[in-house]
């Protein structure tokens, strides 16, 4: 699409997704998709329940089960087939009631021809953000106008073979990269979580934090981190101050056991498992939570997850809550209901917005000082500090968790496959934002044919 094009069809989808919009029965009594949701001369619409029938549309995708990707699904849904995971399929049948009939899951990592849509096959990749949340990876002809946009390609009918890779919500890794669908192909179209598209937000390695966390709990239990952390505001208390000599624990048994710690972790609907199971396998222990989110547990194929749950509270060392309950009061409330079990607590709170970035990001950076400066940030269990509201009986701490890519990783993404086209599906609402994600998207254009080593060495295969 020519960039004026391309202007036409963002005017186009603010005017439809404009919040003040509402659908008449002269309308179609139905919202108008915007470009990005229909793929370009193919029938298939990704995330996009909210606009009911789309015309042409033949298939209808589903990237993950959060509420603002599914929005409008419900048992009522007779538009066309939904394509999505094995997970997915049972999180939105369990959690929406959608008809069984209308839900096809789809097998990962191998490519299926998608029914009624001219030959265009998908293969679905794990996309390291939710369970069940995936990339789809389409390949085919243009074979149709679909979707409401007044741009035309002119390429429908012609013999070129086009290649979307549709990220949904994605935490960007090398394993992406690498996938044999996404190696060495040349990717027309990348549809990009843009979430944290902008240089501020810099958090540290996904897997770093998860042992940290794990370390951090298991040090925590055992005894060896004990006390009240520095309450006086200050935030150079660190952890070495308020570490006590392990005899201090040791030397009463008996107190040790009347005064065992719960873990607890704040979670949403369905997201940061991860942190999850890898505490509870440090502490060797069981988690328990109640049984609307134990219901959400089980839709996941996750045999290593549901070994870990129980319904007895006591018997587990992790509890589940919602993350409202992760502040000091209600901690200490619920806690008191195990008395006899357990006597303290420390709730752990996965935000994406508690890391400080290191003084000296300069927003002006070239390329490769943003991807040299990401890959010398490390993250151990000492980098998490008790929040302020900490106490003897009830200590906090923000994590800076996220299933959404850093600014770091999308750079090492982008410059690590090979596209001809970004297009951002997060943050699109205002023309400033777009101007400012589509500056980020030339620069790494540029750096791409500056640089003639295509990929970013990562530190790990699950990290860059
Ligand atoms: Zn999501």
């Known amino acids: 699409m020519a960039s004026h094009k391309e202007n036409e069809a963002w005017k186009e989808?603010?005017?439809a997704e404009d919040r003040s919009f509402r659908p008449t029965r002269a309308q179609g009594s139905r919202r108008k998709a915007p470009f990005y949701k229909v793929l370009q001369g193919m029938p298939i619409a990704v995330d996009a329940f909210r606009y009911g029938a789309i015309p042409g549309v033949t298939a209808y995708f589903l990237t993950h089960a959060h509420s603002d990707h599914y929005t409008n699904l419900s048992s009522n849904w007779k538009n066309g087939p939904i394509y999505c995971s094995g997970d997915t399929a049972n999180l939105i049948i369990h959690m929406l009631a959608v008809d069984p009939e209308w839900v096809h899951p789809l097998p990962m990592d191998v490519p299926t021809v998608v029914p009624d849509t001219g030959g265009v096959t998908v293969t679905l990749i794990e996309a390291n953000h939710c369970p069940?949340?995936?990339?789809?990876?389409?390949?085919?002809?243009?074979?149709?106008?679909?979707?409401?946009?007044?741009?035309?390609?002119?390429?429908?009918?012609?013999?070129?073979?086009?290649?979307?890779?549709?990220?949904g919500d994605f935490r960007a890794s090398p394993q992406h990269v690498m996938h044999p669908a996404v190696r060495g192909k040349n990717i027309d179209h990348v549809y990009l979580d843009t979430t944290y598209l902008d240089p501020k937000y810099t958090f540290p390695p996904q897997p770093l934090v998860i042992s940290a966390c794990a370390e951090l709990a298991k040090r925590i239990v055992s005894g060896e981190l004990i006390g009240a952390p520095d309450t006086n505001?200050?935030?150079?208390?660190?952890?070495?101050?308020?570490?006590?000599?392990?005899?201090?624990?040791?030397?009463?048994?008996?107190?040790?056991?009347?005064?065992r710690m719960l873990v607890v972790v704040g979670t949403y609907s369905i997201g940061k498992e991860r942190i999850v199971k890898a505490i509870a396998q440090a502490l060797g222990t069981k988690v328990y939570c109640d049984a609307h989110k134990m219901a959400i547990l089980r839709c996941q194929n996750d045999p290593e997850l549901h070994a870990l749950l129980t319904k007895d509270p006591s018997e587990a060392g992790v509890h589940l809550l919602?993350?409202?309950?992760?502040?000091?009061?209600?901690?200490?409330?619920?806690?008191?209901?195990?008395?006899?079990?357990y006597s303290?607590?420390?709730?752990?709170?996965?935000?994406?917005?508690?890391?400080?970035?290191?003084?000296?990001?300069?927003?002006?950076?070239?390329?490769?000082?943003?991807?040299s400066r990401?890959?010398?940030?490390?993250?151990?269990?000492?980098?998490l500090k008790p929040m302020q509201k900490s106490t003897y009986a009830v200590q906090l701490y923000g994590i800076p968790y996220s299933e959404h890519s850093?600014?770091?990783?999308?750079?090492?993404?982008?410059?690590?496959?090979?596209?001809?086209?970004?297009?951002?599906?997060?943050?699109?609402?205002?023309?400033?934002?777009?101007?400012?994600?589509?500056?980020?998207?030339?620069?790494?254009?540029?750096?791409?044919?500056?640089?003639?080593?295509?990929?970013?060495?990562?530190?790990?295969a699950d990290y860059w």
């Open 13 to 15: 989808a603010d005017l």
């Open 132 to 167: 069940g949340s995936c990339l789809f990876f389409f390949e085919g002809t243009q074979t149709v106008h679909a979707g409401d946009s007044a741009f035309k390609s002119p390429f429908i009918g012609s013999e070129k073979v086009f290649r979307y890779l549709h990220c």
């Open 233 to 259: 505001g200050k935030r150079n208390s660190t952890m070495d101050a308020w570490v006590m000599p392990s005899e201090r624990a040791d030397d009463t048994g008996v107190k040790q056991s009347k005064e």
């Open 322 to 341: 919602p993350l409202g309950m992760i502040v000091s009061d209600k901690l200490k409330a619920y806690v008191q209901r195990f008395k006899g079990v």
């Open 344 to 371: 303290r607590a420390v709730g752990f709170r996965p935000t994406g917005w508690t890391y400080t970035p290191p003084s000296g990001s300069d927003l002006s950076q070239a390329i490769t000082s943003i991807i």
């Open 374 to 383: 990401g890959q010398s940030r490390s993250f151990a269990y000492a980098d």
């Open 406 to 460: 850093s600014f770091f990783e999308l750079t090492c993404f982008a410059m690590s496959c090979d596209w001809v086209k970004m297009i951002a599906t997060v943050n699109v609402g205002n023309e400033k934002s777009r101007a400012k994600m589509a500056k980020w998207m030339e620069r790494w254009e540029n750096e791409k044919k500056r640089n003639k080593e295509p990929m970013v060495k990562p530190r790990a």
